[in-house]
T-cell receptor
Framework: GESVGLHLPTLSVQEGDNSIINCAYS??????FIWYKQESGKGPQFIID?????DKRQGQRVTVLLNKTVKHLSLQIAATQPGDSAVYFC??????????FGQGTELSVKP | ETGVTQSPTHLIKTRGQQVTLRCSSQ?????VSWYQQALGQGPQFIFQ???????GRGNFPPRFSGLQFPNYSSELNVNALELDDSALYLC????????????FGEGSWLTVV
């Protein structure tokens, strides 16, 4: 069936280091892949997305890489800050907007 | 600030009761979706509304129902509440013409006792 999963449930990094969060997906028909950040007690916050016909997309301090050959998605955060501490979800969109989420990776930034 | 607002933020209900959760979508968005997020899990798709009609449904029983109004606000109704319905309920709005622009509200925390 359709699924989006994450390789690691937790990730701890030092402030200033780069973070890489990985994700595997199984549905080749998805149109977009999206990364969300969710802080405790809040709703998911859109970070960045990438269309299925792209390999890489950059935002402010974040980069998303898509490898369709191995169905792998990653989020890179440069110069990680304490405010980046949160749970990060990858999600894929199918059928015009339905999102399929993975379990999430908890990012902890040590000062 | 996503422009998606939900109410109430927290509520407690008794098993067997009914609950209505409300959402106001971001201006200009024409789809509204609802998600259930259990503690420690990713959000699970309940259903989506487009032009006031249900347009896709996840693996949830019929006692989960919804409405979308002409002003793109929406309601999620859950009948015959069960203990396992305790979760964060998230509303998300999007633009059907741009499948990636999906923004979430802060959610409604439902506890069923």
């Amino acid at each position: 069936g359709e699924s989006v999963g994450l390789h690691l449930p937790t990730l701890s990094v030092q402030e200033g280091d780069n973070s890489i969060i990985n994700c595997a997906y199984s549905n080749s028909a998805s149109d977009y892949f999206i990364w969300y950040k969710q802080e405790s007690g809040k709703g998911p916050q859109f970070i960045i997305d990438i269309r299925s016909n792209m390999d890489k997309r950059q935002g402010q301090r974040v980069t998303v890489l898509l490898n369709k050959t191995v169905k792998h998605l990653s989020l890179q955060i440069a110069a990680t800050q304490p405010g980046d501490s949160a749970v990060y979800f990858c999600a894929e969109t199918v059928q015009g907007g339905k999102l399929i989420f993975g379990q999430g990776t908890e990012l902890s930034v040590k000062p | 600030e996503t422009g998606v607002t939900q109410s109430p933020t927290h509520l407690i209900k008794t098993r067997g009761q009914q609950v209505t959760l409300r959402c106001s979508s971001q201006s200009g968005h024409n789809t509204v979706s609802w998600y259930q997020q259990a503690l420690g899990q990713g959000p699970q798709f309940i259903f989506q509304y487009y032009r006031e009609e249900e347009n896709g449904r996840g693996n949830f029983p019929p006692r989960f129902s919804g409405l979308q109004f002409p002003n793109y606000s929406s309601e999620l109704n859950v009948n015959a509440l069960e203990l396992d319905d305790s979760a964060l309920y998230l509303c998300a709005s999007g633009d059907r013409g741009h499948g990636n622009t999906i923004y979430f509200g802060e959610g409604s925390w439902l506890t069923v006792v």
